[in-house]
C-alpha cells in the first residue's frame, strides 16, 4: 500500500485516531505530489440527469430563477405552479411554459402530475410547507434556511424519515462543481491540516431591498438569508463547530442587519464568518492549511474558480467551473437523481448536517438577541 492510499485509509479509523495521523495525509500529499495539482470535479453534467415533474410551491422571485434554470440546463420540468393566488399561479405559468396552475398550496400538493415539489416560500412559512407536502406523499427541496429554527426543521426531518420520502435543502452551493474540488480537497488532505476559514456574504438589501427581508414575522434578516451561506462553507471545511461566537447590530425592524461569527474546528482550526444587508462585499471564501491554500473569488457560492496557492502565496493550480450560469439547477440535478434511485436524503448535504447548522443559526440568533414572533 503507498503512502497516499494509506492515507486514504486513515478515514477508516476513529476520529482521535484520525487526529494523532493526521501528518500523515500531509506527508502523503507532498509524497505523491497532491499539492501540485487540484483534483476534478465528481458533479455530472445536470443535463444528464433523469427527467422529474417538479410543482413549485410560491412562485417568488428565487422561483423564477430556479425554473428558469431548470428549463434550460435539465431534462426536468415545473409542470404545475401553486400560489396562495390563483392570477400569480397562471402568471408564472404563462411565463414558463408550466401547464397546470392551481390557487392553493393544497391543491398544488394534491396534484397526482407531480413528483417532488420545490418549496420556494419565505423561510417563516418552509416548516408548514414542507410538512403540507410530505402529508400529501411529496419529496421536497426546501430552500435555504431549512426553517426558521433548529426544531421546526427536526420536525421536517422527522416527518420525511417517518414517511421514508426524499428531503433536501436547497443551499445549491453544495451542489456545484467548484464545491466538489473543495470537498476532495478536504478528503484528500491536498491542503494538509486546515487551519482557518474566511468567508463572507454581503449584499446591499436593506432597508430599499425586499420587505421580507426586513420583515420579523417572515424571519428576514441578514443571517438566514445571506450568512447562511459562509456558516455552510466552514461547516463543510471544519466538519463541524466546537464553537460558535457572534456580534452583530440589528435594523430598526429587529431583524439582524449584519453579523460576524468566529467559529472553532474540531481540531481547533478557526473561522471567520461576515454577513451584512447594508453594503456589497467581496463575498469571497478562502480555506488555509499548513500545507496550502484554497482561494474562491468573488461570489464563492456561485459557480466559480478556485485556486490552490502555495506557502509562497504563488498560485499552484486552478480550476475553473464548465459553466459560471444557472447554478440553481445543479441541485435540482441531484434530486431527480436521488429520487431516481429511490434515495431519501443527499450525501453532498446530509439532513443531519442541514440541523446543525440549523442548530448553529439558532445560536447566533439567541447571541444577537433576535427572536422571530410566533416561534415555538
Ligand atoms: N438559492 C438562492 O439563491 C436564493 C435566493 C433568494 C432567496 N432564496 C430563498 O428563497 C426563499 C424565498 O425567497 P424569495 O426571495 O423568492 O421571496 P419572494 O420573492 O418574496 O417570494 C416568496 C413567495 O412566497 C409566497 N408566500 C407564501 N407565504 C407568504 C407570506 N406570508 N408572505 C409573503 N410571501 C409568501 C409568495 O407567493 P404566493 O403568494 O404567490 O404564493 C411569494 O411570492 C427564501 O427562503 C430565501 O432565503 C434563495
Known sequence: MSLWSAARHVEIFPLPVRGRLAWLHQVAARH???????????????????????????????ARDWTAALHATTASRVVAAGSRSLERAQAFAAEFGVERSHGSYEALVADGGVDAVYVASPHSQHHEHALLALGAGKPVLVEKAFTRNGVEATAVVEAARAAGLLAVEAMWTRFLPHIDVVRRCLEDGVLGEVKAVEADHGQLLYPDGPRRLADPALAGGALLDLAIYPISFAHLALGGFTAVRATGTLAETGVDASETVAVTGAQGAIGTLASTMLAKTPCSASISGAAARLEIDGWFYR??????????????????????????????????????????????????????????LDDVRAQLGVRFPGER
Open 303 to 360: 459557480p466559480n474558480t478556485v485556486r490552490l496557492v502555495g506557502l509562497d502565496d504563488r498560485e499552484i493550480d486552478r480550476y475553473e467551473p464548465p459553466s459560471r450560469e444557472h447554478g440553481l439547477a445543479y441541485e435540482a440535478a441531484e434530486f431527480a437523481r436521488l429520487l431516481a434511485a429511490g434515495k431519501t436524503e443527499s450525501d453532498l448535504l446530509p439532513l443531519d448536517e442541514t440541523l446543525r447548522i440549523m442548530h448553529v
Open 32 to 62: 505523491d505530489g497532491g499539492m501540485t495539482s487540484l483534483p476534478s470535479s465528481r458533479i455530472l453534467d445536470p443535463l444528464d440527469a433523469p427527467a422529474i415533474r417538479w410543482g413549485v410551491l410560491a412562485p417568488g422571485g428565487i
